[in-house]
């Protein structure tokens, strides 16, 4: 099973947003996915219990995340997405630790970039593969990154943190979606949300094919066979 852990020590970096969009779209997919709550915030929970075919399934971290992946395991998913807290850094280890490839979302902006270092601190202590993604980013104008997203990469590229190339853009349909207990892929997936979502989507299944590439012996996902 490959798992992907959503972490940053910075509150509000867009964690249970990215979560959320990302497994829907997996799932819409075709993947047999699923989504871990390990906030007991519960912004994944909320999101789910509003969903009406449940899909895909959500399972609680209240006893563990270890606990949780396991049973995952045996029931046979391909993808396990797992939603930590900025707060309950004990727990995010554990979700860390866990994880095939750890995704960092951070704002373009000055203390949330900093933030970041603690969060990459963490996922190289642990020898985990990472990269942040620059969420609610200022949308692009005649396809130009935006000033602050330059300066983002600058600053990343200068530290020698890997970023994924593209962007997610501050839009109201990520935040709408949600509260109807949808996705952007599924709303409209036609829309710049969704082809963002869906350039990450891709980006996080390349990452975790060159993973399993080089620590051979690991699970393959469906993605990479087809
Ligand atoms: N790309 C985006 N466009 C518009 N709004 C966004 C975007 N990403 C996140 N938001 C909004 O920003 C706020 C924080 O996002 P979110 O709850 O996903 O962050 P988080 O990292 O999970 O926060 P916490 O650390 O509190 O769990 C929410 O109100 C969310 O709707
Ligand atoms: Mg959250």
Redesign the pocket.
């Known amino acids: 099973m490959n798992i992907v852990t959503?972490a940053?020590r910075?509150?509000?970096?867009?964690?249970?947003?990215?979560?959320?969009h990302l497994a829907a779209f997996s799932q819409q997919a075709g993947h047999r996915c699923v989504v871990i709550d390990a906030?007991p915030?519960g912004?994944l929970t909320l999101w789910h219990s509003l969903r009406a075919d449940g899909k895909p399934p959500l399972r609680s971290a209240a006893r563990g995340v270890d606990r949780a992946l396991a049973t995952a395991m045996v029931e046979g998913y391909e993808w396990a997405f797992i939603?930590?807290?900025?707060?309950m850094w004990v727990v995010a280890l554990e979700a860390i630790r866990a994880a095939t490839f750890v995704l960092i979302?951070a704002?373009p902006g000055f203390f949330d970039l900093n933030a970041v270092r603690e969060t990459v601190a963490t996922a190289r202590e642990r020898n985990k593969p990472y990269a942040v993604v620059l969420?609610?980013?200022p949308v692009k104008r005649e396809d130009k990154e935006a000033p602050a997203v330059g300066q983002s990469r600058a600053f990343f590229d200068s530290l020698g943190i890997p970023v994924w190339s593209g962007q997610?853009?501050?839009?109201?349909?990520?935040?709408l979606t949600?509260a109807a207990g949808a996705s952007v892929g599924e709303v409209a997936p036609e829309s710049l949300?969704s082809s963002e979502i869906a350039r990450l989507w891709s980006a996080v299944q390349r990452s975790v094919a060159a993973i399993h590439e080089a620590r051979p012996g690991t699970a393959v996902t469906r993605g990479q066979a087809a």
Not at 10 to 20: F, I, V
Not at 168 to 175: E, F, K, M, N
Request: charged share 15%; no cysteine; net charge positive.
């Open positions: 959503m940053s910075k509150g509000g970096a867009g964690k249970s947003t990215l979560t959320a906030d915030q912004s939603d930590t807290a900025a707060s979302p704002r969420n609610a980013a997610i853009s501050q839009r109201a349909g990520y935040v949600l949300a």
